[in-house]
């Protein structure tokens, strides 16, 4: 069975920084993508990055681009997201997901291509 855990989440300050760790198990995730995606109270769901475990291939939506990084440690079967220069409006529940399509070549920012997600980890930046 598939399992995505994520942790890390937690209060900061804005200007700060957090790390989130996303651990996967039950699947060979070698030829997968995989995503972070956030949603704020009131707000859709939207994509935050993605990586392919192989080539680390990544992608960032333009609102985190230069402030986040996504990457991966195969060994582990684990994926990060490290944010810094947190805002405000980087608070949300932030969830891990995996592709459902082993063939893509790249990273797709659309959920409804992800078959598996974790349970989310809450993100709150303070003033």
């Known amino acids: 069975q598939v399992r995505l855990v994520e942790s890390g989440g937690g209060l900061v300050q804005a200007g700060g920084s957090l790390r989130l760790s996303c651990a996967a198990s039950?699947?060979?995730?070698?030829?997968?993508?995989m995503g972070w995606f956030r949603q704020a109270p009131g707000k859709e769901r939207e994509f935050v990055a993605g990586i392919r475990w192989s080539g680390g291939i990544t992608y960032y939506a333009d609102s985190v681009k230069g402030r986040f990084t996504i990457s991966r440690d195969s060994a582990k079967n684990t994926v990060y997201l490290q944010m810094n220069t947190l805002k405000l409006e980087d608070t949300a529940v932030y969830y891990c997901?995996?592709?459902?399509?082993?063939?893509?070549?790249?990273?797709?920012?659309?959920?409804?291509?992800?078959?598996?997600w974790g349970q989310g980890t809450q993100v709150t930046v303070s003033s």
């Open positions: 039950g699947r060979t995730f070698s030829s997968y993508a």
């Open positions: 997901a995996a592709d459902r399509n082993p063939r893509r070549t790249g990273v797709t920012r659309e959920s409804y291509e992800y078959d598996y």
